[in-house]
């Protein structure tokens, strides 16, 4: 069967540290890969997203990158936090054509920039 | 620009009670539709995925539907219980050959009192 992992699950940050949020998926191969962010009384947003190795799209310009160095391994990183960083973090994986495209997130990883 | 609204922004009901939560999307040109769960701190969990061709998904007590061409889709949830508490939300693909950015609703908090 197919999970996703996400770590870490919580981070208290200082502004201007560095991040890096890690994403892995195990039971399938080539899933497109996904990082969503969701800040207080707000919808879901669309960070990056990945359709294979070092292949990396940005859906809104921001303070952060995303690489995906392997198959299953999508990471979201910053080289110095603001605090409208902070917020909930969710990574989500579907591979075209499996179980009717459906989306399947992560635990997700809360972040405060303090 | 599709946009998804999710109404009521909160539901409280008593124990056993039908229910039904609303979707509503502003273009009708999507791919398919899915409504997830998200329970306080956590990750989303995929409950129904509605492709465009569909009417409706069934899952236990859960019933989506979907009518594309007003743009709505509507969660029915059948003898309510205090572990469906939870905020659920609605979300769409658009068509035109997106990577699976899926547009989300703001959601629906339902709390279930026994």
């Known amino acids: 069967s197919q999970t996703i992992h996400q770590w870490p699950a919580t981070l208290v940050q200082p502004v201007g540290s560095p991040l890096s949020l890690e994403c892995t998926v195990e039971?399938?191969?080539?899933?497109?890969l996904y990082w969503y962010r969701q800040a207080a009384g707000r919808g879901l947003q669309l960070l990056f997203y990945s359709v294979g190795i070092g292949q990396i799209s940005s859906e809104v310009p921001q303070n952060l990158s995303a690489s995906r160095p392997q198959d299953r391994q999508f990471i979201l990183s910053s080289k110095k936090l603001l605090l409208s960083d902070s917020g909930f973090y969710l990574c989500?994986?579907?591979?075209?054509?499996?179980?009717?495209?459906?989306?399947?997130f992560g635990e997700g990883s809360w972040l405060t920039v303090v | 620009k599709q946009e998804v609204t999710q109404i009521p922004a909160a539901l409280s009901v008593p124990e056993g009670e039908n229910l039904v939560l609303n979707c509503s999307f502003t273009d009708s040109a999507i791919y398919n539709l899915q409504w997830f769960r998200q329970d306080p701190g956590k990750g989303l969990t995929s409950l129904l995925l509605?492709?465009?061709?569909?009417r409706e998904q069934t899952s236990g007590r859960l019933n989506a539907s979907l009518d594309k061409s007003s743009g709505r889709s509507t969660l029915y949830i059948a003898a309510s219980q205090p572990g469906d508490s939870a905020t659920y939300l609605c979300?769409?693909?658009?068509?035109?050959?997106?990577?699976?950015?899926?547009?989300f609703g703001k959601g629906t908090k339902l709390s279930v009192k026994p």
């Open positions: 039971g399938t191969s080539n899933p497109n």
């Open positions: 989500a994986w579907r591979v075209p054509g499996f179980s009717g495209n459906t989306i399947y």
């Open positions: 509605i492709q465009s061709s569909q």
């Open positions: 979300a769409v693909r658009p068509g035109g050959g997106s990577q699976g950015n899926l547009i």
